[in-house]
């Protein structure tokens, strides 16, 4: 095995701190920007001066900003191995508007550390900056350190080339933050890599940050597996009236409501792996959806949930919305009819129940049912609806989806009340490495090695899970076929306005893992690295973790 050169945290530090310099907000030129200083930073180093065809640019899909991502490979000398460890990092970040007035100095660490000292702040925030322990800085720790850690490997083992066994290929993406697009385009271009080239990928490594999982928590984590990302959503179908003639309608607000009640932060939802547990559904978004303000109640409502998975697919996912929101409804009729029998009781009046009936399908069901009354007429209509939709780029995915859900039940000749269930994009698969496979017992022994070999005082800890929503995602998917129906009968736009290389993602199929740099409040003014565990620890770990994986 080559030794990794001690000197390497000097250089780390250097290169996040050129990276953080350059301002990269996501959806902006400046992910372009960023891409071409990495792409500069690789240039220099002698290997890529003899071997400029190791570097190349992948174009974003259908992107109206042009953006690119870089892909750099590393070919070891020695023997002629094939195997490759395939590691990413995400060169964008959020914006900076919650900088205020010292917005200036957002990107420019050394800078903005200084005149942190003449801010008010947190006193956890106060302290670590007053122990000179902590470099403060927007991208520095989520994610640039990462880029940075593996791109100064990278350098050192290209100083030593003759002497390394195996490949590396980086994977410099942008886009992380918003749709994932630089990713999303890598992954063909890594399948088409391994077919034209034969590399025996071995896993998918991000250097994503790392942080407290709780207040109080020592622990500095590495993480083997990732947690997937589902968004169920509802659109539901009320009976309008006027506000004068209330309990002759149904308000599709009280249905939401009441699934939002049954589902939001409920653990029941909960997906528990090896005593990991991931975080309950929460709502992105709930409103009705009439456009107009009229003494007419709303027509119909929607809302979507986050929901995190361990080991739930999407079929299963469905099936337990379709479930707690017939539930819902079940319970929102009844606390309807028990206020209408007491104001019937308060005005004198007979009670009658009222007329509603609970009636939820999925979107698929909603497809078959219009598809019963008129043929392929509904084929026709909704792929001229597409395409008229696609043709304004202002519609956002998730509102595209909506649409599609809206125009199809339109078509049904049923217009009582129901609820329609379906997924909006993003997906993001989970990866759980159980040590089924040989790559995952390889992996899982890998960074078993690497943790319990590395000294140091902090506490180290491997999980599964890496507990943020991340490209890692797509190292893999599903490969069951009723499991990949489910998701793409259900959600609707999908292959048109959003894309996934599903087919790609199982031809990797790959475990995958996270070690990140340490620091807080990644998205916050305050965001900042630990520069000891991040510049010194984590590297190493990461170094032994390539170096095991190949043996």
Known sequence: MILMDRNISKRIEEIAVMLTEQLSIVETLGELDSVNKIYEIFSQM????DNPKDIKFVDVINDNLGRKSLIVTLRGKKGNSKKTVIMIGHTDTVGISDFGNIKEYANKPYELTDMLKEVSLPEEVRRDLESGEYLFGRG?????TGDAIIMAIMEDISNNIEEFEGNLIFCAVCDEEGNSGGMLSCVPELVKMQEKEGFEYLALLDTDYMTSEYEGDENKYVYVGTVGKLMPSFYIVGKETHVGESFKGLDPNQI???ITSRINLNTDFCDIAEGE???PPITLKQRDLKPEYSAQIAKTSTLFFNYATHCSTPDEVLIKMKIAATKAFD?????LNNEYSRFCELSKRDYVKLPWESRVLTYEELYNKVK??????VDEHMKEYESKMLNDSSIDQRDFSLKMVEELHKLW???EPVVIVYFTPPYYPHIYIEGKSPKERVLLDAVANAVNTTKTDYNLVYKKFFPYISDLSYGACPKDPSIIHALKSNMPGFGSKYYLPLEDMQKLDLPVLDIGSFGKDAHKFTERIEKKYSFEVAPVLVYKTIMNLLG
């Open 46 to 49: 002698p290997y890529y001066k």
């Open 331 to 335: 319970s929102a009729i009844e606390s």
């Open 277 to 279: 547990v991931s975080l």
């Open 140 to 144: 520095l720790f989520d994610m640039k």
């Open 372 to 377: 019963d009354e008129i043929g392929s007429k």
């Open 256 to 258: 939401a409501s009441a």
């Open 413 to 415: 000749s049923n217009k």
